[in-house]
C-alpha cells in the first residue's frame, strides 16, 4: 500500500501539469483551429493518471452557502438562438417536456412540474471551466439515476447523450450536446438541475434544466437540455466524439 504513494503523487503532478495546459482554453483553441500533439498526449495523461488517482464513485466536494460565489457567471451560449426555444422561454417553460429515449424499455416525456415533483438534490459545488475560471454554485435538481430508473435504461445502453437547444454554428445540425456513461449518470450527484442559489434556473445557466456531473469540467455540465438519448455508440452522433467540444478536440473524459 505505502509503495504505491509516490506513484500516485507523480501521477498527480502529471495530471496538474496537462491540467494547466487545458487552461489554454475552448475559444483559443476552436479559433486556432489546431492542436498540437503535446496537448493531445497530455490530455491521455490526464484521462490515464485520473483514471488511477480517483475511485468513478467518489464525490466532490460540497460547500456551505458561506462559500458561494457572489454570482454565478454564464459561459457559452447567453441565450439560444433559437425560435422554438425562445417561443418556450417567453411561456415560462409550460410547454418545455423533456423527452427520454433510445435504449429504453419506457421512453419518457417529463414536463418541469413533473421534473420538480420527483426526488430532488441540492449541493454546493464548484464549476472549474478550462478557460481558467472557477464558481461555486448551490444546485438544486433530479438525479438522473431516478429518470434512468423511471424510464428502464436497456442493458446495452453505455451513454447518455445530452441533446441542447443552443445552435452553435447558426445551422440545425450543429447543436451543442454532450455525454456521459453509465458510471457518471449513476453517480449520486449527477443531476438534472433546475435551479440556481435557490431560485428557477436562469436562462444564462441553463433555463429549464442543465446537467451536473461534478466531477468532471464546466464543458460537460450541459445548459438547455432538450432531450436524453441512451445509446451503445456515440459515432452516429454529431462528429462522433461524445460532445460539441470533444468534437473539436476536448477530451471526452473531462476529470477534475
Ligand atoms: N448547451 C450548452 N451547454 C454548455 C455550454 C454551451 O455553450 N451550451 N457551455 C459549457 C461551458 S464551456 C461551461 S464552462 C458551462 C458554463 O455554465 P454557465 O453558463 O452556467 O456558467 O456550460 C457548459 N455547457
Ligand atoms: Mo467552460
Known sequence: MSDSRPRRRFLARV????????????????????FPPILERAETLTRRAQRLVTSRKSMAQEFTEADLSPGFRSNGTEVPDDARYLAMADSGFADWVLEV???VERPLKLTLAQLRQMPARTQITRHDCVEGWSAIGKWTGVPLHEVL?????????????????DPMEGTEDSKYYES?????????????AYALNGAPLPIANGAPVRLRVERQLGYKMAKYVMSVELVDSFAHIGGGHGGYWEDRGYEWYAGI
Open 180 to 192: 456521459i456513461d453509465m458510471d457518471d449518470a449513476h453517480h449520486p450527484q449527477t443531476i438534472l
Open 15 to 34: 495530471a496538474g501539469a496537462a491540467g494547466a495546459l487545458l487552461l489554454a482554453g475552448c475559444d483559443r483553441l476552436s479559433r486556432s483551429g489546431w
Open 101 to 103: 429515449g433510445g435504449l
Open 149 to 165: 430508473a423511471r424510464a428502464r435504461a436497456l442493458p446495452r445502453a453505455r451513454y447518455v447523450v445530452f441533446h441542447c437547444a
